[in-house]
């Protein structure tokens, strides 16, 4: 067993109803809160151009966390274009990568609109010059097809995601039917992951992430790995629950990990209800930010997240803890999202 660091469920349960009094005497009674030991960091939705696309976005897209299903498997969702030329890329590229001399006339002229993103990546942010890059972006521009550049391009994500760039995966109309590892999504740049129950069994993913501990909020899993630290809350995915209850002990967990530059993955049985919830009163307090900040904030990195409406007016009750006033209309927000 990993080393613990939780509670059960009944212990939650007997607990009061209202956040700690540590959370509360270290939270101001007035517009900006007073974090517990941590040094508040500006904090925004990153902003691109509409062409480019940074290295944390495009791992996200290539991974868990989206709404309708495994994306990396569904070879309609993404074309991903590598332009270096052909021998780099058979060193190494991104997983599911395609390189653009591959491309031929008959594959643009019936498939080329059909993807939900398309994604071209050089050595860095500049494409690679060609004549087939050229002629890549000509008939893209030409079809008026929307696409993205990699910020960086591979170097960057071969230097933050090394663990999906290899030799051997790339693009196939078959590759749906693959069982190629698909990740936890990145939150918090480098060191906060959120995940299904699935992938923190997996030990695989936990060891090329370098994962060191995880949050699990499940009633019917245990912490496996003697490896890695846990702090595991037994509470079940149900508006009656009060997670509200342990939020000073996921600030604290997860803000150690951060102090010791560790990585750290929340994770519930979906990573949906219950892992969000966590994530969102760990970035409300750390961040400075109100409950639609963060939710907007942790919907751009994970689009599938939806506490349910308990705990969505649990954090609305959290936020107006921290900035003495309530911000968001919690009911409503749950109702739009």
């Keep these: 067993m990993g080393t613990q660091v939780s509670t059960s469920c009944c212990d939650c349960q007997e607990k009061t109803t209202a956040p700690s009094s540590t959370i509360k005497d270290s939270c101001q009674k007035v517009g900006k809160p007073k974090c517990i030991g941590l040094e508040v960091e500006p ?84 494409l690679d010059k060609s004549r087939h890059t050229d002629n890549m972006v000509a ?50 740049e480098d060191w906060l992951y959120q995940g299904s129950g699935e992938q923190a069994k997996n030990k695989h993913i936990l060891k090329s992430m370098g994962i060191t501990h995880i949050l699990n909020i499940t009633t019917d899993m245990g912490c496996i790995v003697p490896e890695i630290s846990y702090l595991h809350i037994q509470l079940q995915d149900d508006s009656s629950s009060r997670l509200i209850d342990r939020f000073e002990d996921i600030f604290e967990f997860l803000d150690g990990v951060r102090r010791t530059k560790g990585r750290a993955l929340v994770h519930c049985n979906l990573g949906i209800s219950r892992s969000s919830t966590a994530t969102l009163s760990y970035i409300m307090l750390s961040k400075s930010c109100c409950l639609s900040d963060a939710m907007y904030y942790l919907l751009h990195r994970r689009p599938v997240c939806a506490p349910n409406r308990g705990f969505f007016l649990q954090l609305g009750e959290f936020e107006e803890y921290i900035f003495g006033k309530s911000i968001t209309d919690a009911g409503e927000l749950w109702r739009t999202i």
Aim: charged share 20%; with cysteine.
């Design 139 to 188: 008939i893209l521009e030409n079809y008026h097809l929307d696409f993205k550049i990699l910020i960086g391009g591979y170097a960057e994500f071969h230097k933050r995601f090394v663990f999906m760039c290899n030799a051997n995966v790339s693009w196939s109309r078959n590759l749906c039917e693959c069982k190629e590892t698909v990740y936890p999504s990145l939150i918090l």
């Design 43 to 126: 904090f925004r939705i990153p902003r691109y151009d509409d062409n480019l696309i940074s290295a944390v976005d495009l791992y996200n897209v290539l991974n868990d966390g989206n709404k309708y299903s495994c994306y990396i498997h569904d070879p309609l969702y993404v074309l991903l274009l590598d332009t270096r030329n052909f021998e780099d890329y058979n060193v190494d590229h991104i997983q599911s990568a395609m390189h653009c001399t591959a491309v031929s006339s008959d594959f643009i002229n019936q498939n080329l609109n059909q993807y939900n993103h398309i994604i071209l990546y050089g050595t860095d942010t500049k």
